[in-house]
């Protein structure tokens, strides 16, 4: 049967069948994909063939992959590793403050994302603790993002009546869900879906900190055709092996810019002559905040938080 892989622990796997049943799996041997180093590389969101059987059913074969999200492991040292398979859009929660999200945070997962052509949304949560200044700071935060191609959404999880605009968003699609600790993943998914009955609250927050708790991330069903992938315990987003020159082609502000540079596509815009994209960023034409993000990434500064 053919199924899609809900949840990895390392040596079973949770597989969602096409009857719409779920199967506890393990894989026979080693299984190989095309492309990949590891052996038995599968992630969440990979759609699998398998042997169904009462107790334990097989894995047999991974079939090959629309697309995929790395993730840095852990540490600079650390490899990447997958970190979901199959997706149509990334969709960043994040809060401007409890806690505060930084926008190099947001602009790294961006980036990535925009690397393996996944689209990307910003849900911004916790809109109902906002002063009327915060207010006004997070809608020129949403008029940036959106001027740049994402699509943003300000919502409060806890006290909406209606999560109406993020249904809409998330219907009939594979969605990889990305944000700190904290910004209320696992209440928006227990509000999209009360079965999901996932622990929230700010205490996993801090016993998280500081150890190496291993991030599996886990796909869930809202219905036949739309799905979620939750990643609990991201704290830092690392770019995996990205070149610094291709980094200003996942800025799509920046991307259409740099035919225009005198050196073309080996201007890295930090201070060569006649660079179109610094000319945009005097103009602003490119935010500040977005150029800085992009500098901090090329120069390999603070590139994990
Ligand atoms: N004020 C407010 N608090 C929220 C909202 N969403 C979540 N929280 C609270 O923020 C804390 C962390 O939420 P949680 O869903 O566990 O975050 P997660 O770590 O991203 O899964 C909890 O105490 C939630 O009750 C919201 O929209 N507004
Ligand atoms: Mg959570
Ligand atoms: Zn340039």
Same mark, same amino acid.
């Given at each position: ?129 906002? $002063?009327?200044? &915060?207010?006004?700071? !997070?809608? #020129? ?7 740049? +191609?994402? =699509? ?62 291993? $991030?599996?991330? &886990?796909?869930?069903? !809202?219905? #036949? ?7 609990? +315990?991201? =704290? ?70």
């Amino acid at each position: 049967m053919i199924g899609r892989v809900l949840k990895s622990t390392g040596s079973w796997y949770e597989v969602a069948g096409e009857d719409q049943k779920k199967y506890a799996c393990r894989v026979r041997g080693k299984l190989r994909l095309e492309g990949y180093r590891e052996s038995n590389p599968i992630a969440v969101g990979d759609r699998v063939n398998f042997e169904a059987e009462e107790e334990a059913s097989v894995i047999t074969h991974i079939l090959a992959r629309d697309n995929h999200m790395l993730r840095q492991s852990v540490k600079r040292t650390g490899h990447a590793s997958v970190l979901a398979a199959n997706i149509d859009q990334v969709l960043v929660v994040a809060t401007v403050k409890q806690p505060r999200t930084s926008l190099g945070f947001i602009d790294r997962v961006l980036v990535s994302a925009e690397s393996f052509r996944i689209p990307q949304v910003i849900v911004f949560n916790k809109r109902d603790i906002l $002063t009327e200044d &915060e207010q006004e700071d !997070l809608e #020129a935060l949403m008029t940036m993002y959106q001027y740049v +191609g994402c =699509k943003t959404l300000a919502i409060s999880a806890q006290e909406d009546a209606s999560l109406e605009s993020i249904e809409d968003v998330l219907k009939n699609k594979v969605t990889l869900i990305i944000g700190h600790s904290g910004v209320g993943k696992s209440t928006l998914l227990n509000r999209l879906s009360p079965d999901f009955e996932q622990s929230t609250g700010a205490i996993s927050d801090y016993s998280e900190k500081g150890t190496h708790t291993t $991030t599996f991330a &886990e796909m869930f069903q !809202l219905d #036949a055709t739309t799905f979620i992938i939750d990643t609990p +315990g991201i =704290k830092e987003w690392g770019l995996v092996d990205m070149e610094q020159q291709e980094i200003s082609d996942y800025f799509p502000e920046m991307r259409e810019l740099r035919n225009e540079c005198k050196f073309g596509s080996r201007c890295l815009h930090i201070n060569e002559p006649k660079c179109a994209v610094k000319d945009a960023v005097e103009k602003n034409q490119i935010t500040s905040s977005r150029y800085n993000s992009y500098l901090s990434m090329v120069l390999g500064e603070d590139n994990r938080k």
